[in-house]
């Protein structure tokens, strides 16, 4: 497809972070500075928003700054009648190597000292003379929250304006610390600034992914107003249908015609891939604003999401214990207080929470009378980055190696070639670096997990567990030739697994089906690590 100049009439602003930048170039922008009027006049002086990383929107910073000519023509020009330039320590945590907690203390350090060169601030650090500390405490930290403390009330009095601070995705310096206990502690001690120089601060907010524990931040009498599940801000970011047509309607009719559908097809099939996030069961449903934009843009249905990446404290926290994943494909239950009151505190081992704040989760539906949701994957994206995601982090083989090719088990699985299929898993299953050899529990976690996985991704029909009147079959896929009954045995025999499909029957809903059915016993040795046995019957 030709590059056309007509294009660039409309601008789509993909990757573009700086409001400013957005208004100056022309991009396209659908209007929610009716919020930053909100939250800057509803009297509530500091503001925590959780958010999956992909959802920010960037127009506070320069609602403080005055910039009255980026808002001309939106709702908030309505409004706003006084443009005041107020001073904005402005704490961008989105990148950077953090892995160090010295190199937390040097950012921090950094936008101080640029804090002090934007506002004229010369800071005597004979301040910190006799200056003592307490065990727990970290010595860098208690300092630069005394002198940011000190740059603030200097400003006051000096200009009559207090400071903004605006602390952008305030976790992931946490999340990818290699001392989390350290970075905290420099946290607990910088952020105390927050209640100590509260008569010096005009506006704070702060946006992440989860809230954790022991760092200042969410603890105390003035602790930060959480909006994550207010139902007043439920499409404060991502875009709603309602935004979506009155916003994109040249790209969704480009998009298409590209794609050979209706418009009503084409905003289905939208849906069916970046919509239906919910953040609050009274509120409304959000498409992703990133994947969406590079849909319209790359005129195609893809997986953008897994391209930038999973949450490292999703997949940490995955590693740290026993997880089967099969339970997160399917609904889940979870407390609508647990969800507002979850704080990562190093302990919690309960990933539902996790799985929601990061974006793989969200609202299906609620039973008030309970006070319980349930959760699921938002959409087709979601559920296949997550499971990509996983066979990554966990079971990623070099490319050379033979058998884990997704293409060449989903061959198999469709020529009815099962020799080649097991021969593919044991190839897989040699390439897995074990978390402890002598531990059954997390050997047999990778040996159901990696079948598991390897069957949902290549785009089978998938069951697992399957419930009969008899008993339960391990895992069921179904295509449009083949039904292959699986149950798997750990150091028993393939013959006792293949033994066993009979005497449950698991066969018998299948019976009049018409497709060629595979029973398919198989033995997996938790000494080999491997898959050892295995039988066929038809």
Known sequence: MAISLDDLSRKLPIGVQSFEDLRKTGCLYVDKTDYVYYLAHSGTKSYFLARPRRFGANTLRAYFEG?????????????????IKYPIAYFDFVDGDYSKPSMLIDKITYVLYMFEKDNDVK???AIFQNLEYVDDENPYAKRLAIRFQYDMRVISEKTGLNTVIIVDEYDNPLITSENLPESKKIYRGFFSVLKAADKYIKFAFITGVTKFAKTSIFS??????????????????GITHEELTANFTPEIEKLAKKNNLSFDGCIAELKRWYDCYLFHEGGEKVFN??????????????????????????????????????RFVNDVSYPKDGLKTYKD????????????????LTIKSYDASRRLYTLGFPNNEIELSFLNGLADEFYRAPNEVMGFNYGDFLADFYSGDIESLIGRFQALYSTIPYANDDN???????????????????GQFVVSEYHSSKGRADTIVVNDKFVYLFEFKMDQDAQTALDQIDVKDYAGRFKMDGRKLFKVGVNFSSKEKNIVDWKVAE
């Open 220 to 237: 105390g009498t003035n602790q930060p107003n959480d909006i994550t599940d207010n139902e007043k801000f439920s499409a404060i970011c």
């Open 289 to 326: 604003p990133v994947s969406l934009l590079r849909a319209f843009d790359g005129l195609d249905f893809q997986n953008y999401w897994y391209e930038t990446g999973n949450p490292t404290i999703l997949m940490k926290r995955i590693h740290s214990g026993y997880y089967d994943f099969r």
């Open 440 to 458: 059954d529990k997390w050997v047999e976690r990778d040996f159901q997990n990696v079948i598991f996985l390897v069957f949902t991704i290549c």
């Open 67 to 83: 910039r009255e000519e980026c808002f001309a023509g939106l709702k908030i020009s309505k409004y706003e009648k006084e443009w």
């Open 345 to 360: 505190d190093d302990l919690n081992t309960d990933l539902i929470p996790l799985l929601y704040y990061t974006g793989y």
């Open 123 to 125: 800071f005597d650090e």
